[in-house]
């Protein structure tokens, strides 16, 4: 990682409780990472609303999306990303979002984060210093495989 990371300093879960705050416990330790659940089997796609504060001076490199994955079991998560960069003083309620390219995540050991990074550049305008960038995760029922509550960590890199 060149540099970052920058977390999210504000997550709202959707209203239909397939995601929500997890704590995702190690099978061996007991150790625990708290993070962003989904549940075991999706009956419909759920969206994480997620906004980012970036730096006033960005690191170099292209800012991507960093998605850290972790279940007690094995399978494929369905991912998709749509965001938008933000500027103080303008609409946080965007009339539209610029979505990335589906993405699959796939948990092949149990128990493992799994790491999966998503270049942010579906915005015309990129990732800018000293503004907020809007996104929505939806977690798809498509190809979704994981039958187990899997747990996901998020971040913006710089790379």
């Keep these: 990682m060149a540099d970052g990371p920058v977390h999210p ?8 409780g397939l995601c929500f705050p997890n704590n995702q416990i190690g ?10 659940g989904v549940a075991d089997s999706l009956s ?5 609303k997620l906004l980012f504060e970036m730096p006033q001076s960005l690191p170099t490199g292209t800012a991507k999306l960093r ?3 972790i279940a007690e079991g094995t399978g494929n998560a369905k991912i998709n990303p749509a965001w938008k960069g933000l500027a103080t003083g303008e609409d946080f309620d965007p009339a ?3 979505v990335e390219t589906v993405q699959t995540l796939t948990i092949a050991t149990a128990g493992v984060g799994t790491e999966l990074k998503v270049t942010l550049d579906a ?20 190809s979704w495989t994981l039958a187990v509550v899997s747990t996901f960590l998020f ?3 710089w790379e």
Excluded: H, K, Q
């Design 9 to 16: 300093c504000s997550i709202v879960f959707d209203t239909d």
């Design 27 to 36: 099978a061996t330790t007991g150790r625990v990472i708290a993070g962003v």
């Design 44 to 48: 419909g796609d759920t969206v994480l």
């Design 67 to 69: 998605i850290i994955g």
């Design 96 to 98: 539209s979002l610029n």
């Design 123 to 142: 915005d015309v305008d990129g990732v800018n210093a000293d503004e907020y960038i809007y996104m929505e995760v939806t977690f798809e029922t498509s």
């Design 155 to 157: 971040s913006i890199i």
